[in-house]
């Protein structure tokens, strides 16, 4: 856990987040600014920046984390008609929170490019 980090402090129940999912590696909570109707975040439980990172430390929780991404998008019935996992490495990618995690979103048209 790293002391100044967000998503540390909603691991942590410091910040109150909508959580829809917990265990001991993984916790998913509510966006909250949503860019779809459906649009979880899953976190891993230890702080590391980066998904590259998380990868090179950890594989096997990657991997649990994409888990956790199905088993949200099902929970939420976005599974049948289908869902974007998206996960942002650095500034310029768009990423505010230094701490690896994956977008799922759903609940709309999320092709691309817009038609």
Not at 6 to 22: E, K, Q
Not at 53 to 58: C, G, P, R, S, T
Not at 73 to 97: C, L
């Amino acid at each position: 856990m790293t002391a100044d980090c967000l998503f540390c402090a909603i691991v942590s129940g410091d910040i109150p987040a909508d959580v829809v999912h917990r265990d001991d590696d993984a916790v998913a909570f509510r966006d909250i600014d949503p860019k779809a109707p459906v649009h979880v975040l899953v976190i891993p439980t230890s702080h590391c920046a980066t998904v590259v990172e998380l990868a090179h430390q950890d594989p096997a929780r990657v991997g649990h984390l994409l888990s956790v991404a199905g088993d949200v998008a099902r929970a939420e019935g976005v599974a049948e008609s289908g869902y974007r996992i998206v996960t942002n490495t650095g500034p310029s990618a768009g990423q505010s929170v230094h701490h690896v995690h994956f977008h799922v979103l759903g609940g709309r048209d999320l092709t691309w490019p817009p038609g």
